[in-house]
């Protein structure tokens, strides 16, 4: 499928840094795992009102999942889908529990000179459009990260990428947006690929045709309601 997706322009997200882009609704966003390593955070806000933003937390009760699988949406702040996970070749291991790293975290794990990180790269990446954010947001969603639940149903365990080189997903947007992305910097904590905890590139593509046109969900409501 990938050769028949058309785009309108390819970015690349370097290593530890950020970029964010614009999108009509309906277009498309491919987020290709290059190395096959990296962890990508996301965040998405609303383009005629940036003080509507993707929130994990109303996600999670819109599809009643902990993380999302294709079909599924991405829900705002104010309870409207903002983009739906419409296509995913990797093996569907992603995360909507961790905060974003920020300085204080790279603080808290012992750095004692200022480390690159998501949440800094969501701001830089927003500021290249020419969009100031109103507020900060460590709520991201990460694609690829490995965040697994333990057999107690509360612990959770932090492991590597299980992603392979190539692996993408595509994400469309149900309404003109701006979604934003960090090739992730820890290289401390081992969430990147290949046990080596080494950020890699990341690849953006924005497609125009050629992706799945999945039918958009409605909310979930208790049955009997």
């Known amino acids: 499928m990938s050769a028949d997706l058309e785009h309108r322009d390819i970015q690349l997200i370097p290593a530890r840094h950020g970029k964010a ?3 009509k609704k309906g277009e498309a966003v491919q987020v290709v795992n290059l190395h096959g390593t ?9 383009a005629a009102d940036v003080g509507e933003y993707m929130c994990m937390e109303a996600t999670r009760v819109w599809n009643q999942r902990l993380n999302p699988q294709v079909g599924d949406s991405f829900i705002t702040s104010q309870r409207h889908p903002i983009l ?9 291991v992603h995360d909507t529990f961790m905060a974003a790293c920020d300085a204080r975290r790279y603080e808290l794990l012992g750095c ?3 480390h690159r990180n998501c949440h800094d790269n969501l701001f ?4 290249e459009l020419g969009v100031n954010l109103p507020h900060g947001n ?3 969603f990460n694609i690829f990260m490995n965040i697994q639940v333990q057999p107690d149903g509360r612990t959770l365990k932090t492991l590597p990428v299980v992603t392979r080189p190539g692996d993408y997903i595509i994400l469309r947007a149900e309404m003109d947006c ?3 992305f960090s090739a992730c910097p820890q290289d401390i904590v081992s969430i990147q690929g290949q046990g080596d905890n080494t950020p890699r590139d990341a690849e953006l593509r924005i497609l125009t045709a050629g992706f799945p046109q999945v039918k958009l969900q409605g909310a979930w409501v208790p049955e009997g309601v």
Do not use: I, R
């Not at 990296?38 to 609303?46: E, I, T």
């Not at 739906?84 to 569907?92: K, M, N, R, W």
């Open 21 to 23: 882009v614009h999108l």
């Open 138 to 140: 460590l709520a991201s």
């Open 38 to 46: 990296q962890v990508v955070d996301c965040w998405a806000y609303n």
């Open 84 to 92: 739906t996970l419409v296509a995913d070749t990797s093996p569907g």
């Open 124 to 127: 830089e990446g927003m500021a």
């Open 112 to 114: 004692t000179e200022p």
């Open 178 to 180: 701006y979604v934003a």
